[in-house]
């Protein structure tokens, strides 16, 4: 492969050099920040020798190339003005990409959490509903403690991600974002008349409330950053907090909170209109466009609608826009049952079972969705169909939780929600299956591909059959990790949980050391210390990626032990970082082991442990 002529290529793709404003690269993908993405001929992109895919994601276009990223970077780099390749994205986004970026990050680091606390709502649903719990009784109360609390909590919460991600102390965020449900403030709803300073207070229940804290952080941030210019730094510590503690309360509570809790309720209450109207026209409209706004992004705009109308009772929006998540699953599964690939019938079915009992379908979008267009259009018919189904019977969420097949008694009512969920599932796998996913010449060529291996194979099963057992030989993996293991699908974050990468297991890291997986050479160390491959003595490629996104701590919190092309031994100690300091950025801490020579081998195969120390198998590899 020529470097580059591949990246003329990917130059002319993205809309030529003109239309890049910037570019940079981390371990596996080049980031582009373009000026018109239009100009993307992103088809073209998948179908390049070379690239594994494409994306756009928070702002910028992202060509996933693999860890030979470097090199195709370097090539670019020689054809692009110097101009267009700072280093640093300080492009300006367009006002709408920095809202939906903001709102985006605020709720990433939040949604284990919410998922948590949704699913066990939806459980006590089940069990108060079965009279195996009592909605008055002690352990109900404890249970719905746990399950209520994020959401109670959500201004805290809320304050602390939007602070990290304005760049503001968090807890001076997370210090506003509780003020407003300290009681001597929500006490004053008591009080006749409130006011402060002898303007007249407005209270609302902020319990819950998303667009008010929002506002509130906002300015914030825009307060901290005006008093340092002027605060001496020795007074900064205490002074700076105190006067926007000062400020920004009462100015929430005067401006920004009725303010916000007004435009939430404008939203909110014209999407239900709309629905009440025409609940068909309204549950296609959102059931059709739900995977399209999850390609970009932008399905997180309307969580803090969706979770303003749980919050007075009830939520069709996500009723609605759950049936394109059941329309995917449909057709992770009606590939499973088609395909006669075995590796795509492999990603099918892992793609599947976590969508369906998380809700998680980033996977199937990314690994399947966009790997065969025709299928989008299966998601909108059938997405669409069931969405307006769900808007005609006027079903809502009452408890929030990511859509999937154990959320369902989050709906009311239920058995109408389970009925179009199935029907929406089944006539998704219905369509893909008759209609096929492929074009009809890549098709063919599969099916003459596999009815030739087939007819060797039956030629020489006896053969086989002899020879196999004792011809198969492994390479072991070991845990370069102590920490709990997570499947690649569960990954967030679609070059690694499509397996486009390689295959793999992830860690969510315990401590912050980072050991040789195997005994070979250091073949790369990305700049920022985030990422290192390593090549086993037998040619294993493992490449480890240690958080997501991490690469824009820029080296921060990263110690690299070792140097590229240093020969290692399995258990040498590669990289420490600052796991909680990672973790306190904002940043998940979950880490890819990713074998990315995979097609060089028969098979992955992980481990089937929950818990995991350095030096423990991990992967085994399957020549």
């Keep these: 492969m020529s470097y580059e002529q591949l990246g003329k290529d990917i130059i002319q793709s993205v809309g030529g050099e003109k239309n890049i404003n910037n ?3 981390c371990a596996t993908r080049l980031r582009f920040t373009l000026n018109d993405e239009q100009k993307v001929d992103k088809e073209k992109l998948d ?9 756009s994601k928070g702002g910028q276009f992202q060509v996933i190339v693999g860890t030979h990223v470097a090199d195709v970077y370097k090539e670019i780099s020689k054809s692009i003005s110097p101009n267009s390749n700072s280093g640093d994205n300080t492009v300006k986004k367009p006002i709408g990409t920095l809202i939906f970026d903001v709102i985006s990050r605020s709720f990433s680091p939040l949604i284990g959490a919410l998922a948590g606390a949704g699913m066990l709502k939806a459980l006590l649903t089940v069990l108060t509903s079965l009279n195996v719990l009592a909605a008055d009784g002690e352990t ?24 990290i991600r304005l760049g503001v102390n968090a807890y001076v965020g997370g210090a506003i974002g509780a003020a407003l449900l300290e009681p001597n403030i929500t006490g004053l709803a008591s009080v006749e008349s409130p006011h402060f300073l002898g303007i007249p207070l407005v ?10 804290i929002f506002i509130a952080i906002c300015i914030y941030a825009l307060l901290d950053k005006q008093l340092r210019k002027f605060i001496h730094k020795d007074l900064q510590l205490f002074l700076v ?18 303010f916000g809790v007004n435009v939430g309720n404008l939203i909110g209450d014209a999407i239900v209109f709309l629905s009440s109207k025409s609940g068909i026209i309204t549950g296609a409209i959102v059931g059709i466009s739900w995977t399209y706004l999850t390609v970009l992004g932008l399905h997180w705009g309307l969580v803090p609608i969706i979770l303003e109308n749980i919050a007075k009772g009830g939520d069709p929006i996500y009723a609605m826009a759950g049936m394109a998540i059941f329309a995917q699953l449909g057709v992770a599964l009606g590939i499973f049952l088609k395909t006669k ?20 379908t980033e996977p199937i979008i990314y690994g399947l969705l966009t790997r065969y267009k025709r299928t989008f259009i299966y998601v909108s018919i059938a997405g669409g169909l069931g969405g307006a189904m769900s808007g005609l019977a006027g079903v809502k969420m009452e408890v929030f939780a990511f859509v999937s097949v154990l959320s369902l008694p989050a709906f009311s009512p239920l058995a109408i929600q389970a009925i179009i969920a199935l ?24 099916e003459e591909t596999s009815n030739g291996v087939e007819e060797k194979t039956n030629m020489n099963t006896e053969k086989s059959e002899n020879i196999l057992p004792h011809a198969v030989k492994s390479t072991t993996v070991v845990s370069p990790l102590a920490g709990n293991v997570i499947p690649l699908s569960s990954v967030d974050d679609a070059a690694f949980a499509s397996e486009a990468m390689g295959k793999g297991m992830a860690i ?17 160390i990305f700049r920022t210390g985030h990422c290192i491959a390593v090549v086993s003595d037998d040619g294993v490629e493992v490449l480890i990626h240690i958080g997501i996104e991490t690469v824009k701590l820029k080296g921060k919190y990263f110690d690299v032990k070792v140097e590229e092309g240093a020969t290692v031994k399995q258990g040498d100690l590669l990289i420490e970082f600052d796991l909680e300091q990672i973790k306190n950025e904002g940043y998940q801490s979950t880490t890819p082991i990713i074998i990315t020579n995979t097609a060089n081998y028969s098979d992955v195969i992980g481990t089937k442990k929950a818990a995991i120390t350095p030096g423990e198998d991990l992967l085994t590899v399957l020549v």
């Design 23 to 25: 570019v940079i690269h």
């Design 47 to 55: 179908k390049m020798e070379g690239i594994i895919g494409a994306v």
């Design 140 to 163: 109900y109360k404890v249970l719905a403690g746990a399950s209520n609390a994020v959401f109670y909590f959500l201004p805290i919460f809320l304050g602390i991600t939007l602070s």
């Design 203 to 212: 209270m609302s229940d902020y319990s819950s409330s998303v667009f008010p």
């Design 241 to 258: 907090p105190m006067l926007c503690l000062m400020l920004i309360v009462p100015l929430t509570i005067l401006v920004f909170g009725p």
């Design 341 to 360: 690939d075995k590796k795509l019938k492999t990603l099918a079915g892992s793609t599947f079972l976590p969508g369906a009992l998380s809700g998680v």
């Design 423 to 446: 029907g929406t599932i089944i006539l998704a796998t219905v369509i893909t299956m008759f209609f096929g996913f492929e074009d009809k010449k890549k098709a063919n060529a599969v």
């Design 508 to 524: 969510e890291p315990s401590e912050g050391k980072l050991y040789s997986p195997v005994s070979g050479v250091v073949s790369t």
